[in-house]
């Protein structure tokens, strides 16, 4: 099977003036749910885990039930690797649709070489593998590119477990960016700083970070370029600058001005430039998303009494309420398919996690939390990470859309809050 070359892309996002703070490893995943259909696979350990610094197929595994779509069958008693040719009736009795097996080997220049082989059970079809040849600081990209490689052999859609989320914390009185994997680990601080650090944003090509700032006193909006830990300044207009929303083309920028009185919503240039102001309200606009095509930006209103989600066409003119369950409803999130939009709803003294099927505009709370916030989907539209309290603990989750399937991203410490799914990262 041919290597496949793995670029280090979990480098610090080190920024001027900041702080830069250890990686750190924020977050255990605990998975819990049963969903109606999974299908079962059994994750047999990878030849020579014992000596790796990383456990490979425990990786994997977690991945693939994170995702809700794959329940583990046991699998340890086996002694297999990729070569290996396994007796699929034996795991057909074992009611396995599908086995992974593989090695992992140190080589003598200190690298790690990672390979492995899928087997259909059911039809007894060799699916193919793929070998790695990489750093021990890559060995946690490899396992997530493996479970990518399963995910879309199994159910033809492309896996998200090598992208990577973006959060902030706030510890003490000091706040701070991060960059992490999909299922939380291998976080790189890319800013600290004594003010307050929200609304992080990936653009489309998973390149670039826009957020807010306040390190000058007020609301100020960056865009940070991940590769090279260069920033710019995109507005710093008289006022609140904040909310920053990408277009799905990545060229635009809609942001909250309230240089003109008021809090408006206005699009800008990418790399900076006049802002033009989308239309005219006599209330509170703000929390603007992209739809998946472009065309419109979803927004959160007063302009009714009381918060709302709304829709506008990105060229400007009359507003479109969307939502009409509840009072107050914030924080919208659009699916990369154009099919959910998810958001915040106040329900008696709390706040729940909400999906609305935008095509039928059926509605459904998810949750059993009472404090989420910031709900963000994945590249491939199948989870949403959000942020939330359990037990009196600040987490990151990620759910199914249906709600049967969570995975608490539990933080160490801190307040936890304003996750963002970074978008597929380029091969």
């Not at 990577?164 to 960016?177: A, D, P, Q």
């Not at 830990?229 to 060229?251: E, K, T, Y």
């Not at 936890?416 to 597929?424: A, C, H, L």
Request: glycine fraction near 10%.
């Amino acid at each position: 099977m041919p290597a496949v070359r793995l670029s280090r892309r979990g480098a610090t996002l080190a920024l001027a003036g900041s702080c830069a703070l250890p990686a750190l490893a924020q977050f255990r995943v605990e998975i819990t749910g049963v969903g109606l259909t999974q299908l079962p696979i059994a994750l047999a350990p990878f030849r020579g885990e014992g000596q790796s610094p990383q456990k490979i197929s425990a990786i994997v595994q977690a991945d693939l039930e994170r995702s809700g779509r794959f329940v583990g069958i046991p699998a340890s008693d086996q002694s297999l690797d990729e070569s290996s040719r396994p007796d699929l009736g034996l795991w057909r009795q074992r009611n396995a649709d599908a086995l992974t097996s593989g090695s992992i080997t140190r080589l003598a220049d200190g690298r790690y070489d990672v390979r492995f082989r899928l087997w259909d059970v059911v039809r007894a079809q060799d699916l193919g593998g793929q070998g790695f040849v990489v750093t021990q600081a890559d060995l946690r990209l490899v396992a997530h590119r493996i479970a990518d490689y399963i995910y879309e052999k199994l159910t033809g859609e492309r896996g998200i477990f090598s992208t990577r989320l973006s959060y902030v914390t706030k510890v003490g009185s000091r706040y701070s960016l991060w960059v992490a994997d999909a299922d939380g680990e291998n976080a790189q601080s890319a800013l600290s700083s004594p003010e307050p650090i929200i609304s992080p944003a990936w653009s489309p090509s998973g390149g670039q970070l826009a957020y807010v700032s306040f390190e000058s006193r007020k609301p100020v909006v960056y865009v940070h370029e991940v590769a090279t830990g260069r920033r710019r300044l995109i507005a710093n207009f008289r006022g609140s600058n904040s909310a920053p929303a990408w277009s799905p083309d990545g060229r635009t920028l809609a942001v909250t001005l309230s240089r003109d009185g008021g809090s408006q919503l206005y699009t800008i240039d990418a790399n900076g430039g006049e802002p033009r102001r989308l239309m005219q309200s006599s209330g509170i606009d703000t929390e603007p998303a992209f739809s998946s095509d472009g065309r419109s930006i979803y927004f959160v209103s007063d302009r009714g009494g009381s918060p709302q989600i709304y829709r506008v066409s990105t060229s400007g003119g009359g507003a479109e309420r969307v939502t009409f369950q509840g009072s107050y409803n914030i924080s919208p999130a659009i699916s990369p398919d154009g099919q959910w939009l998810a958001y915040i709803s106040r329900v008696g003294s709390g706040y729940k996690l909400h999906v609305m099927d935008l095509k039928a505009g059926t509605v459904a709370a998810i949750t059993d939390t009472v404090a989420d916030e910031s709900p963000s989907f994945a590249p491939n539209s199948r989870l949403i990470v959000y942020a939330t309290q359990q037990q009196g603990r600040d987490a990151l989750m990620t759910t199914t859309l249906d709600g049967k399937i969570k995975a608490r991203l539990a933080g160490q410490s801190g307040d936890i809050r304003e996750p963002d799914w970074g978008p597929y990262q380029k091969q």
